[in-house]
């Protein structure tokens, strides 16, 4: 059965802290994956991953791929209280998106 | 619009109600998908639209679920006969071409109480 599994389920750390929440599966045909940010309600979109060893950068964000141990990392560094939230990792095949149970990151001041 | 509205953003119905939520997705995308979304989880998939016509709905829990989207652009996910279980909140997601390697943008969701 296809399955997404994150970790670890909450983290709690102080700002300036440095992060890496992790994201494996087992899905077949694999097409992408997906990361986003979820604060209230709408998850947010933050790296859409294809390739493996491509690391994706967006300021203080950034995500890798490895297709061949099928994970993947996304860090946070320096963390801002505005950085607290639940990440979801998603992983997309030829039928549909699956999603982890996120990780629940608390970030204090 | 600039992103996916769905209404109400809340609703509370009683046990064996119907239900009626509704999505608004991002002008000009062809994909619409409904996930649930239960406490401490991941969204769950339900349906994909492709248009006006439902290219996957194999995430639908039972037939007391449907969805409907008769313009290609607003969708609306009915429920009926509510049970309890169906408590969730119920995200909606807009895709501009839909496939695996289309960015799905989400709406803030409607969260559902079933007493």
């Known amino acids: 059965e296809d399955k997404v599994v994150q970790s670890p389920l909450s983290l709690v750390v102080h700002e300036g802290d440095t992060v890496t929440l992790n994201c494996s599966y087992e899905?077949?045909?694999?097409?992408?994956l997906l990361w986003y940010k979820q604060e209230k309600k709408a998850p947010t979109f933050l790296f859409m991953l294809t390739s493996s060893g491509i690391e994706k950068k967006s300021g203080r964000l950034s995500s890798i791929l490895d297709k061949k141990e099928l994970f993947s990392i996304l860090n946070i560094t320096a963390t801002q209280t505005g950085d607290s939230a639940v990440y979801l990792c998603a992983v997309a095949n030829n039928n549909d998106m699956r999603f982890g149970a996120g990780t629940r990151l608390t970030v204090k001041p | 619009g600039a992103g996916v509205s769905q209404t109400p953003s809340n609703k509370v119905t009683e046990k064996g109600k119907y239900v009626e939520l509704r999505c608004d997705p991002i002008?000009?995308?062809?994909?619409l998908y409904w996930y649930r979304q239960s406490l401490g989880q991941g969204p769950e998939f339900l349906i994909y639209f492709q248009g006006t016509g439902a290219a996957d709905d194999s995430g639908l829990p039972n037939d007391r679920f449907f969805a409907v989207r008769p313009e290609g652009s607003v969708s609306t996910l009915k429920i009926q006969r509510t049970e309890r279980g169906d408590s969730a909140v119920y995200l909606c997601?807009?895709?501009?071409?839909?496939?695996?390697?289309?960015?799905?943008?989400f709406g803030p969701g409607t969260r559902l109480t079933v007493l």
């Open positions: 899905v077949t045909n694999f097409r992408s």
């Open positions: 997601a807009s895709s501009r071409r839909g496939g695996p390697t289309d960015t799905q943008y």
């Open positions: 002008s000009g995308h062809t994909a």
